[in-house]
T-cell receptor
Framework: GIQVEQSPPDLILQEGANSTLRCNFSDSVNNLQWFHQNPWGQLINLFYIPSGTKQNGRLSATTVATERYSLLYISSSQTTDSGVYFCAVGLGNTDKLIFGTGTRLQVFP | NAGVTQTPKFRVLKTGQSMTLLCAQDMNHEYMYWYRQDPGMGLRLIHYSVGEGTTAKGEVPDGYNVSRLKKQNFLLGLESAAPSQTSVYFC???????????FGQGTRLTVV
């Protein structure tokens, strides 16, 4: 089956720092989403980005489908950015959405 | 709109008991999914449905059954709960394959 790998697994930042999270996948995808799971366990949609670049405030994401990776950029990080960031991919010929193992981000004041 | 709503939010079961988790969506989505999340891990797909009256197995279907009798509802059943089924369960829905999926708030299930 498809492999979805996220790096780094853990990231510790001081408030105000920038960071880049990476998601590599092993097969063609028709869907890619980034989620933030906050400390209360809620899964929050960040981006639906099967290809191209999107920005939303301090966050932006880029997916290069032909090279099978996606990047999530967080600029000027805040303590409220803490949590786990997941990417999830949908395969080109199936209906399933498969999750990576996540990047745990801790932002300290 | 409520989006995706899961019932209940918390539950404690004894080994061998049965229960049903309810997922309801009000976005007229065709696709619905049940995932489980274990500590320190990502979400793993249990079962999913591509439309009313359909169900299909995901990555970890054993010990679970599902039904999609109405388009807006997707039920996850545990016939005989086991401690290994202690987990947080998430439901999700999407309009069609390849489109954005939206998640419920999760159900924390403990089997003792």
């Amino acid at each position: 089956g498809i492999q979805v790998e996220q790096s780094p697994p853990d990231l510790i930042l001081q408030e105000g720092a920038n960071s880049t999270l990476r998601c590599n996948f092993s097969d063609s995808v028709n869907n890619l989403q980034w989620f933030h799971q906050n400390p209360w366990g809620q899964l929050i949609n960040l981006f639906y980005i099967p290809s191209g670049t999107k920005q939303n405030g301090r966050l932006s994401a880029t997916t290069v489908a032909t090279e099978r990776y996606s990047l999530l950029y967080i600029s000027s990080s805040q303590t409220t950015d803490s949590g786990v960031y997941f990417c999830a991919v949908g395969l080109g010929n199936t209906d399933k959405l498969i999750f990576g193992t996540g990047t745990r981000l801790q932002v300290f004041p | 709109n409520a989006g995706v709503t899961q019932t209940p939010k918390f539950r404690v079961l004894k080994t061998g008991q049965s229960m049903t988790l309810l997922c309801a969506q009000d976005m007229n989505h065709e696709y619905m999914y049940w995932y489980r999340q274990d500590p320190g891990m990502g979400l793993r797909l249990i079962h999913y449905s591509v439309g009313e009256g359909t169900t299909a197995k995901g990555e970890v279907p054993d010990g679970y059954n599902v039904s999609r009798l109405k388009k807006q509802n997707f039920l996850l059943g545990l016939e005989s709960a086991a401690p290994s089924q202690t987990s947080v369960y998430f439901c999700a829905s999407s309009y069609f394959w390849g489109t954005e999926a939206f998640f419920g708030q999760g159900t924390r299930l403990t089997v003792v």
